[in-house]
């Protein structure tokens, strides 16, 4: 069905404000989590994943309903390891339940990438909870195999284009890959909590090699310990994707530009705004020292 934001109208940008100020006090306070990494990753991943069980083909999941609160969809063997986001952000909740979860969700996913100094993120409310018989189905998460040709039909589903896909898999520069949620091992050295172009660098420069991993899954490792998974490599695979990830890796504000436009677009998937809402563009912390 039709998902059109109904914007609070008692709540203004300064209380938006205030529930972005608790979840980015928090992940600096929680800095030790996942080896010093902290939470950002996966409040970026959780926002991403709630916005990617949208199919424009019928209309249906996306971040509006706030349903990965639900078990069938934070059980989804797609989503291992967000339970640890979801539990991050239950303490926020109760603090401003006058707020959605899939407000919340994307919110979260915002604060995240601008308190690792990435873009600022223009965002609108209005995302209504649903009832847990919307949950959609496991399985709409994409996966880590695919090869260029799977990576542009899965977020054709979106209605993305070339751009939008390889800037979004850009935000691979946070966090990484662990064995026991996906099958596939990051290293911890080279994982970041810091916002960049280095995914694209590092997928450019290193010098790759395509071997099995502890799981049996094969994945692309470099001599400096990074790693990439066979749907990053594809990347690099086609030649529409190459040219994009090489001005990325080339040219950071472009990235950034290109990354804040296509990340709107995914938390915003399915949600009809009303024209004249405008969207919030939050402070850092840093920005109200
Ligand atoms: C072809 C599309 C994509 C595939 C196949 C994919 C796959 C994966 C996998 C397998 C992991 C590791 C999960 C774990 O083991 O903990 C991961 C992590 C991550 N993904 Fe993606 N992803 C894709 C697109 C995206 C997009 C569009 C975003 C956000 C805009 C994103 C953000 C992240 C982040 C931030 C992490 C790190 C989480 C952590 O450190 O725990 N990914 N992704
Ligand atoms: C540090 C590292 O592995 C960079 N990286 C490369 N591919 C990734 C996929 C998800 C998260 C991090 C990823």
């Given at each position: 069905g039709?998902?059109v934001a109904?914007p609070n109208k008692?709540?203004?940008?300064k ?13 600096r306070?929680?800095d030790?989590?996942?080896?010093y990494?902290?939470?950002g990753p996966?409040l970026v991943?959780?926002?991403?994943h709630s916005?990617?069980?949208?199919d ?16 069938k ?12 986001a979801?539990?991050?952000l239950a303490?926020?909740?109760?603090k401003?339940?006058?707020i959605?979860h ?13 308190e690792a100094q990435?873009?600022k993120?223009p965002w609108?409310?209005?995302?209504v ?9 496991n399985g709409?998460?994409?996966?880590a ?11 054709g589903?979106?209605g993305f284009?070339d ?11 946070l966090g990484k890959t662990?064995?026991e ?14 916002f960049?172009?280095e995914?694209?660098?590092?997928l450019?420069?290193?010098n790759?090699?395509?071997?099995k991993n502890?799981?049996?899954?094969e ?18 695979q086609?030649?529409?994707?190459l ?13 950034f530009?290109?990354?804040a436009k ?5 938390l915003?998937?399915g ?15 840093d920005?109200?020292?």
């Open positions: 039709l998902n109904i008692s709540k203004s940008i209380d938006y404000q205030n529930v972005y100020n608790d979840i980015a006090e928090k992940i306070e929680e030790e989590f996942d080896n990494i902290g939470y996966i991943r959780i926002a991403w916005s990617g069980t949208f424009k083909n019928n209309m249906t999941g996306g971040s509006f309903g706030g349903t990965m609160r639900f078990k969809e934070i059980n989804d063997p797609s989503n291992a390891g967000l339970k640890q979801d539990e991050f303490p926020i909740y109760k401003h339940s006058w959605s899939g407000d919340l969700y994307t919110l979260a996913g915002v604060t995240a990438v601008q990435g873009p993120i609108r409310p209005g995302r909870d649903q009832p847990e018989n919307t949950t959609p189905e709409r998460l994409p996966d195999t695919g090869d260029s040709s799977y990576v542009r039909n899965y977020f589903r979106f284009n751009t939008e896909i390889v800037a979004l898999i850009g935000a691979h520069c662990h064995l949620n996906s099958g596939f091992e990051g290293p911890w050295g080279a994982a970041s909590n810091v960049s172009n995914f694209f660098v590092n450019l420069n290193e790759w090699k395509l071997q502890a799981a049996g899954n994945q692309y490792d470099s001599p400096k310990g990074y790693m990439m998974l066979p749907a990053d490599f594809a990347l690099r086609d030649n529409k994707f040219k994009l990830v090489k001005a990325y890796a080339n040219d950071q504000d472009l990235f530009n290109d990354f296509a990340y709107v677009k995914l915003e998937s949600i009809h705004f009303p024209a004249d809402q405008k969207p919030f563009i939050f402070k850092t912390l920005e109200q020292e």
